[in-house]
């Protein structure tokens, strides 16, 4: 018989079912409590019942678990102090999307040297999760495709759907099947008419091939997610964070007849991709919400235990401790005056 099928595939190694990995590390009755708390708090600000500030906050990838919870108690402690003003949501990144090629994040590369260790990087990938959410942070995550979120998703408030694949039908449909609020992210040209039309498709049921928890095929019908969100990361075209920019969001959701409810990522190509520029991105935003737009329900920023970015290289042991290695990212000491300078504005507004 001729090959037709296969003729690129170098190797399929089996996977244990979502169900093996969850059950190896499972979460408390009172972990799980606490996402779906989270989650509820994150739709009640949606929902506009309830008025502070989200802000998902944290390395643009996670790529070290040591500095990673050195960062998460740090942001721990801090959201504490913010908690009357400001939910404070952790960005906890495990895979990442690629232009061409490069690390695809702790899930699929966990070793950082190209062995591809998936089911290590799921297991890896948990454990943060576990841990993070026992230190009290909401976890935010990136979803880039329908199969990993059946490993983690019990332990995540709230998902993006990127820029690249806010297009995607594939990810329509998984998003209006998730468990959590969904931000979309705006496309890469700056278009927020692809993020709205993901978020009309998300909300409606869909029908499609999947797997089950026993990681078995199957046709998946789900209910539609009606807590999805817009996020604005700007475009090739420049940022569009500017008033103006955000009041033609807010009119063109309500022509989707979307309640205008958005948030503002200060990364990405809103700081054009400088992440010195985020500081003067969220203090833009801020004030726009001290003004009262009140279509502005959160930002995002990108942020590490130390400013900046590296390069992977070849020898993984050479890497700077808390330094990204995909986006730059702002230090904790900028971090934190940030969101104390906001928290003391927001409050002083409130009393």
């Not at 520029?277 to 203090?283: I, R």
């Amino acid at each position: 018989m001729l090959p037709t099928q296969f003729v690129n595939i170098r190797e399929f190694v089996a996977m244990d079912s979502p169900r093996i990995i969850r059950g190896e590390q499972p979460a408390s009755l009172a972990a799980l409590d606490f996402v779906l708390k989270s989650r509820g708090a994150i739709e009640k600000i949606l929902n506009g019942e309830d008025s502070r500030l989200i802000v998902i906050v944290g390395p643009c990838s996670i790529h070290d678990e040591a500095s990673c919870l050195e960062y998460a108690r740090r942001l721990s402690d801090l959201s504490r102090k913010v908690s009357d003003q400001m939910l404070v949501v952790m960005r906890v990144f495990f895979e990442k999307p690629r232009t061409a090629i490069g690390w695809k994040g702790l899930i699929n590369d966990p070793h950082l040297d190209n062995s591809f260790n998936i089911l290590e990087g799921l297991r890896i990938s948990r454990r943060i999760l576990l841990e993070v959410t026992d230190l009290g942070l909401p976890a935010a995550t990136e979803i880039l495709e329908p199969v990993t979120p059946l490993y983690i998703s019990d332990l995540i408030t709230v998902a993006t759907i990127g820029a690249r694949t806010t297009e995607s039908p594939t990810h329509r449909q998984m998003a209006s099947g998730l468990s959590m609020p969904v931000g979309h992210k705006n496309g890469t040209d700056g278009s927020l008419s692809v993020a709205l039309d993901a978020m009309k498709s998300a909300r409606h049921p869909h029908s499609f091939v999947g797997i089950n928890d026993e990681g078995v095929t199957c046709i998946v019908h789900t209910r539609g997610n009606r807590n999805v969100f817009p996020i604005l990361r700007g475009g090739n075209s420049g940022p569009n964070y500017s008033a103006e920019q955000i009041a033609e969001a807010a009119k063109k959701m309500t022509e989707y007849q979307l309640v205008p409810r958005l948030m503002v990522d200060c990364s990405h190509a809103n700081s054009r991709k400088d992440y010195r520029n985020q500081g003067a991105v969220w203090s833009d935003v801020l004030e726009q919400r001290l003004a009262g737009n009140k279509a502005i329900i959160g930002m995002m920023l990108e942020s590490h235990l130390n400013p900046g970015r590296q390069d992977l290289g070849a020898d993984p042991s050479q890497l700077q401790y808390g330094v990204s290695i995909t986006d730059g990212c702002i230090g904790w000491a900028e971090t934190e005056t940030l969101m104390l300078e906001a928290h003391d504005k927001l409050a002083r507004q409130a009393s």
